[in-house]
C-alpha cells in the first residue's frame, strides 16, 4: 500500500494524503492526532495517478491534478470531484486558492507552448484566461488581500520552452514578476509616490492628525439616540474583535473585462525565479534559482535565494540562501524550509537568524517490516 502527498487543512484538523489502498488510489482523510477512522473519497472512474492536494483555506475543499493532465477539485461535505479544466501538454504548475476558497488560479500551456494565467469560479464553474500568452506566465498566486493575483513571466525562455534539446540547456532564462488588480475601481498599488521631502512643520502636523484621528469631530455626537450600530459590516468587524474568533477572509471579486490592462510589472529585477508564495496582504515570497554553486557549499540540490516582497514599501529583501524546499503557514506567520538536510521553523515576518528553529530530526527514528514493504 502506498500513501503520498500528505497535506495538512489551514484549520488544522485534517491531513489529506492519496492512498492506494483499495487497489486505486483515492482521496484519505484523517485526524491530525491519528485517531477515529480514516475518511475516503473516491475520485472518479477511470483511475488515474493524482498529485498534490492542496487545501482551501476555509478548509472545506482540495485542489489537486492527475496524469491525464487535469485539475480537479472536491468539496469534502458532498465527496464528488469536480473537473476544472484539461491541459494538452505539459504540467498545471500548482493550483493556488483564493482566500476566500472561491477561486482558484493555475497555468496552462496553449498552442504556442507558452503558459498563460488562468482563473476558475468555484461558484460559476467557468474558467478565464488572465494573460495574453505572449510571454511565458507561471506561479499565479493570490494576494491574502484579495485584491491582487501575483505571477512571474519571462520573454526570453523560447530556446528552453520544448526541453528535448541540450544545445538550449546552457540558456539560462529570466523571470519578471508581476501583478494584476482584480477589481477595476481598485487604485494601483504603483501610482507614483511624491519625492518631495516635507518639512518640519508637514510632519509635526501629521503626527497631530494621527493622535487626533480617533477622537469625533467636535461639536457631534459619537451616536445618535435610537440609532442602530449593529450594520452588517460592524456585526462582521465586532465578531473579528472578539478573542478566539477568527476573522472572516475578504471577498474576492473579479472584473474580467479588460483585465490585461490591469497588470502591472512589480519592481523586481528580472531573475530566475521558480516560485512564488503569498504570505500575509501586500507580502510575496520570491524563490530565485541558484545557477552557479557556491564554493562554501555541500554537495546536493544547491537550493534557491529566498526573497520577500514588501508591496506597500515596494522593496525587495533577501530572507535565505540555499534554500531547497520552503512553505508558508495557512496565517502567513511562520515559514517552515529545508537547508542541506536540515529543516526549520521560523518567523516569516522577521529576520531569519542562523540556526534558530532548527528541527530535531536526527532523533526521528522510523520503523519497517520488509515484508510488507
Known sequence: MAERDPAWSPDGKWIAYFSDESGEYALHLRDQKGLGEVQKIVLGSPASFFYSPVWSPDSKKIAYTDKRLNIWYVEIEKAAPVKVDTLT????????????????????????????????????????QITDGLSDAGHAVFDASGKYLYFTASTDIGPRVFGFDMSSYPHRPTRSVYICVLKKDLPSPLAPESDEEKSADEKKDEKKD???????????????????????GEKKADAASKPGEKKAPPKVEVDFENISQRILALPIPARDYVALAAGKANMLFVAERLNERPMEAAPGPVGATLHKFDLEKRKLDKVLDRVIAFELSANGEKMLYRQEQNWFISSAS??????????????????????EE
Not at 507558452?114 to 474558467?127: L, P
Not at 487626533?212 to 440609532?227: F, I, L, R, Y
Open 89 to 128: 501538454r505539459g504540467s498545471a504548475l500548482n493550483p493556488s486558492w483564493s482566500p476566500d476558497s472561491r477561486w482558484i488560479t493555475y497555468t496552462k500551456p496553449l498552442k504556442s507552448w507558452y503558459s498563460a494565467v488562468f482563473i476558475y469560479s468555484v461558484e460559476d464553474g467557468k474558467v478565464s
Open 210 to 232: 494621527d493622535k487626533s484621528s480617533d477622537k469625533p469631530a467636535e461639536g457631534t455626537e459619537a451616536k445618535k439616540d435610537g440609532e442602530k450600530a449593529d450594520t452588517e
Open 350 to 371: 522577521q529576520p531569519v537568524k542562523p540556526g534558530e528553529g532548527k528541527l530535531k530530526t536526527d532523533e526521528m527514528e522510523v520503523f519497517v517490516d520488509p515484508r
